[in-house]
């Protein structure tokens, strides 16, 4: 089945800097990948997608970048604020099964 | 639209006792679908369901069983809990399998 690898598992950044998080997918049937931004004690919401057609998405300060023959996809936060820190995961949707990631701790210091 | 909601919000269980976590959706979305959660380990799959009366196994659905008699309602039983079941659950829905709409979890401990 699908695996998805994701790093760092914690990561810290000074306000304003910018903060990349990576995931590896190993089932190359994979066709759909999602973001997720946690805050303590809430549940996961859906921050941006990516599907297997498109190399790059951008909504504002965040962006995916998917690499296929690499298996690769990254997310991007740009300008960085307190109200990002939260735990981040990505995804990998194999037919109907979606494969999360571990999580990323993402702590923006002001 | 109340979105997905799940009961209880916190539930204590002893080893060996059996419960229903009850997951409900107003959006008349298809999929649904359980998921654990715990530190350090992402959620994982433990079983979905892609429309009333069909369901299927996840990552891990040992423990576990599920039916689907709605479009609405999609509970989660434990059938002799243990303390590795101990947990934060999240039931969620989906219009067509991708974007996943969570509900707010239920915490469980079993001693």
């Known amino acids: 089945g699908e695996n998805v690898e994701q790093h760092p598992s914690t990561l810290s950044v000074q306000e304003g800097d910018s903060a990349v998080i990576k995931c590896t997918y190993s089932d190359s049937a994979s066709n759909y990948f999602p973001w997720y931004k946690q805050e303590l004690g809430k549940r996961p919401q859906l921050i941006i997608d990516i599907r297997s057609n498109v190399g790059e998405k951008k909504d504002q300060r965040i962006a995916v970048t998917l690499n296929k023959t690499a298996k690769h996809f990254s997310l991007h936060i740009t300008e960085t604020q307190p109200e990002d820190s939260a735990v981040y995961f990505c995804a990998a949707l194999r037919g109907n099964k979606l494969v999360f990631g571990a999580g990323t701790i993402l702590r923006v210091k002001s | 639209n109340a979105g997905v909601t799940q009961t209880p919000k916190f539930q204590v269980l002893k080893t060996g006792q059996s419960m229903t976590l009850q997951c409900a959706q107003d959006m008349n979305h298809e999929y649904m679908s359980w998921y654990r959660q715990d530190p350090g380990m992402g959620l994982r799959l433990i079983h979905y369901s892609v429309g009333a009366g069909i369901t299927d196994q996840g990552e891990v659905p040992n423990g576990y069983n599920v039916s689907r008699s709605t479009t609405e309602d999609f509970p989660l039983r434990l059938l002799s809990a243990a303390p590795s079941q101990t947990s934060v659950y999240f039931c969620?829905?989906?219009?067509?399998?991708?974007?996943?709409?969570f509900g707010p979890g239920t915490r469980l401990t079993v001693t």
């Open positions: 969620a829905s989906s219009p067509s399998g991708e974007e996943q709409y």
